[in-house]
């Protein structure tokens, strides 16, 4: 069964360095997702990612993040400066179709922030 | 905007006792989905069920069982007989045609053995 896949399944750095987290969308789909969900707290929307561009961010969503899709198949989330507040678990999701809302989630990225 | 509550933070219930977990939702749209994950202590997030705003049929899966009244703006699940394996936190999420997904706070449900 098609699944999406993250890497790295956990990553601990240090304040103020870049992390870059991966994921892999299902083959066929054309919408792209990141959600965050700080440890203890529900699940929360960062960006969505349509041909190319991003099609809605969330006001966490800040300018020390970004998003890319740098060849046909990666789909990575940038923070560029990373803070205390920014350990969670980040989820990468995607869908073939807008309209229906049915997402398809990554286990997760562990970020942990020293 | 789309908002969902769950009220319950927590429960805790012995096994194979029956639990409901419930789930209220605020929309303006009349086409809107409507769905529950449940995140097991290692982590991911597993989909349960899809529901759209048409659809007011009960659901039985199993032991789950879903419950949407769109008369009190709810979609609560149910798990009969419970065990051990059914403990997690569980999540309700609404979506808008073209919108992001929105979840709810969540539910920690613990079965004790």
């Known amino acids: 069964e098609p699944e999406v896949t993250q890497t790295p399944s956990h990553q601990v750095t240090q304040m103020g360095q870049e992390v870059i987290l991966r994921c892999v969308p299902i083959s066929n789909h054309l919408y792209f997702y990141w959600y965050r969900q700080i440890l203890g707290q529900k699940v929360e929307f960062l960006v969505s990612?349509?041909?190319?561009?991003?099609?809605?961010k969330s006001e966490i969503f800040d300018d020390q993040f970004s998003v890319e899709r740098p060849d046909g198949s990666n789909f990575t989330l940038k923070i560029r400066s990373t803070k205390l507040e920014d350990s969670a678990m980040y989820f990468c999701?995607?869908?073939?179709?807008?309209?229906?809302?049915?997402?398809?989630f990554g286990e997760g990225s562990r970020l942990t922030v020293l | 905007a789309q908002k969902v509550t769950q009220a319950q933070t927590e429960i805790s219930v012995v096994e194979k006792e029956d639990v409901t977990l419930d789930c209220v939702y605020e929309?303006?749209?009349?086409?809107?989905?409507l769905f529950w994950y449940k995140q097991p202590p290692s982590g991911e997030l597993v989909f349960l069920i899809r529901r759209n705003s048409f659809d007011e049929q009960n659901e039985i899966s199993g032991r789950y069982s879903w419950n949407f009244q769109k008369s009190t703006s709810s979609f609560n699940f149910t798990i009969t007989a419970s065990q051990v394996v059914d403990s997690a936190v569980y999540f309700c999420a609404l979506s808008v045609p073209a919108q992001k997904l929105v979840f709810g706070q969540g539910t920690r449900l613990t079965i004790n053995p």
């Open positions: 999701a995607s869908s073939e179709q807008t309209n229906t809302g049915e997402l398809f």
């Open positions: 929309t303006r749209d009349t086409t809107y989905y």
């Open positions: 990612f349509y041909n190319n561009e991003i099609s809605e």
